[in-house]
Nanobody
Framework: QVQLEESGGGLVQAGGSLRLSCAAS????????MGWFRQAPGKEREFVAT???????YYVDSVKGRFTISRDNAKITLYLQMNNLKPEDTAVYYC??????????????????WGQGTQVTVSS
């Protein structure tokens, strides 16, 4: 069993930065694809970014050039560096792990493990 726990959320002004972390326990995740999703009130869960087991990264267009996903396999931790934050980035952010790489990174249904989420609020 894998447990994921996000941290690093908070309240920030537009243009500011936050760094989210996702700590994993239970087993090594070095062979898993890992992703970040977000969900705003009244909206569906949205793909943000994925980093594959071998380091390839994919982003939703709205965060390209502002967000960076990375992983530290030794620390079993996933990160999301968020710069130049905008009010529309406000959401609960979730990390997720995919046991068997499927290539469908944007589909939340392909991920096997989820964290409980961390709130990010960007004020204008």
């Amino acid at each position: 069993q894998v447990q994921l726990e996000e941290s690093g959320g908070g309240l920030v002004q537009a243009g500011g930065s936050l760094r989210l972390s996702c700590a994993a326990s239970g087993r090594t995740l070095s062979n898993y694809d890992m992703g970040w999703f977000r969900q705003a009130p009244g909206k569906e869960r949205e793909f943000v970014a994925t980093i594959t087991w071998n380091g390839n990264t994919y982003y939703v267009d709205s965060v390209k050039g502002r967000f960076t996903i990375s992983r530290d396999n030794a620390k079993i931790t996933l990160y999301l560096q968020m710069n130049n934050l905008k009010p529309e980035d406000t959401a609960v952010y979730y990390c997720a792990a995919m046991v068997y790489s499927s290539g469908t990174y944007a589909n939340p249904g392909t991920y096997d493990y989820w964290g409980q989420g961390t709130q990010v609020t960007v004020s204008s």
